[in-house]
């Protein structure tokens, strides 16, 4: 299974952002898929997660109200919509997937499958 991640690039504070990931290989059957970010120096921090079946939506305070995640099971592909970004929304983005229920959420440990990353760049 790999998760392939797109849609990142540079965009000024304000801007908007859509980032995808797309499952490819064996039959991949998530529980849930996740966001998460790694600023340079910083630790991996929880965006977003989906669960699957029913693709109910958690958030990190940091982003509540200003991104989407959502999915597509038929592509087997996650979305995150980032709007009204942020200077300190600069980071390289991960897609992560589980295929059992996690918690909590927000533990990047907790996932066992990962994209490559994307970096969004948000300039003042």
């Known amino acids: 299974v790999q998760l392939v991640e797109s849609g990142g690039g540079l965009v000024q504070a304000g801007g908007s952002l859509r980032l995808t990931c797309e499952a490819s290989?064996?039959?991949?059957?998530?529980?849930?898929m996740g966001w998460f970010r790694q600023a340079p120096g910083k630790e991996r921090e929880f965006v977003a997660r989906?669960?699957?079946?029913?693709?109910?939506?958690y958030y990190a305070e940091s982003v509540k109200g200003r991104f989407i995640i959502s999915r597509d099971n038929a592509k087997n592909t996650v979305y995150l919509q980032m709007n009204s970004l942020k200077p300190e929304d600069t980071a390289v983005y991960y897609c992560?997937?589980?295929?059992?229920?996690?918690?909590?959420?927000?533990?990047?440990?907790?996932?066992?499958?990962w994209g490559q990353g994307t970096q969004v760049t948000v300039s003042s």
């Open positions: 992560a997937g589980a295929v059992r229920r996690v918690w909590p959420p927000t533990r990047a440990t907790n996932y066992g499958y």
């Open positions: 290989g064996r039959t991949f059957s998530p529980y849930v």
């Open positions: 989906i669960t699957w079946n029913d693709g109910s939506t």
